[in-house]
């Protein structure tokens, strides 16, 4: 049986603006790759129609042979397949600690317990303190989200989403709005993940892109233009004409 995911002409249609055509898309375990193109390519789409936000039009998505195509969102997310929660979804006033017992207590099925307070629980204080440290948040783990840097609060957001312990994790423009000076914080956060964890990253910071990613998808027009390794992404005249601003880009 087929592992991962498994996307095969997947088309999406908004009245008569057609913002995907035709997707075929693998992510097998331990995948690292990236989903790039201009603006209004139908990248936030295709990451949509993976989660069950959007349903296609047409296509298939299957995981791990199963057709997962008519789930809802949530049944997605209890499979595996994980998009990074935004930001505006941290309750910047808790602290990171306490930011990230939500999803651990909430993938526990155990919402009820945020009513009494969760931090006696080791099991969940353990899985929170690892979490932590896999994003380097020791000394900010006491304070308020909203002391933290952009970069940093990003971190959080990821740190949350894995606390899913999802097998399929799409980042969705991890670096955006994050200052220069803060994007190794990104960078080093995306290559420390599980090994076998599959990563879909959309993002436009191209430096971010050929850093991490094994495998590039180039997306245009809501199709799929060319796929293959950095190097041949970089190498490929249409890419750089198209998307990467010109023959010297
Ligand atoms: N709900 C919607 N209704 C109508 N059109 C939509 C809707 N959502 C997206 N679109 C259109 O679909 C196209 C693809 O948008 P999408 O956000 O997927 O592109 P993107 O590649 O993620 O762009 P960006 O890099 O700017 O985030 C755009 O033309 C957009 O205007």
Redesign the pocket.
């Known amino acids: 049986m087929p592992t991962g995911l498994e996307v095969r002409g997947l088309s ?1 249609r ?2 008569g ?1 057609v ?2 055509e035709g997707i075929d898309l693998d992510l097998a375990p331990g995948a690292r790759t990236a989903l790039i ?12 129609l993976v989660t069950g936000i ?1 349903r296609p039009s047409a296509g298939t998505i299957r995981f791990d042979g199963r057709d997962i195509g008519r789930l809802s969102e949530r049944q997605r997310v209890s499979l595996g397949i994980a998009k990074t929660f935004q930001i505006t979804n941290l309750f910047t006033r808790l602290t990171v600690r306490e930011n990230l017992r939500l999803p651990v207590l909430e993938r526990e099925g155990r919402c009820m317990r945020m009513f009494r307070p969760a931090q006696g629980d080791p099991e969940v204080e353990a899985e929170v303190d690892a979490l932590i440290r896999q994003f380097d948040l020791e000394p900010l783990a006491d304070r308020p989200v909203s002391d933290l840097a952009y970069g940093q609060q990003r971190l959080v957001e990821m740190a949350l989403t894995l606390a899913l312990r999802p097998r399929v994790l799409i980042l ?2 991890p670096a955006a709005g994050v200052p220069s000076s803060e994007t190794h914080l990104i960078t080093d956060a995306i290559e420390a993940l599980p090994g076998d964890l599959a990563v879909l990253i ?1 993002e ?1 910071d191209m430096e971010l892109v050929f850093r991490v990613a094994a495998s590039i998808v180039v ?1 245009v027009n ?1 199709r799929i233009l060319t796929e293959g390794t950095p190097d041949t992404i970089a190498a490929d005249p249409e890419v750089r004409r198209l998307y990467l601003g010109g023959e010297d880009g």
């Open positions: 999406k908004f009245g603006l913002v995907a193109g201009p603006n209004g390519a139908g990248k936030s789409t295709f990451a949509n959007l969705d423009e959309i436009h997306l809501g």
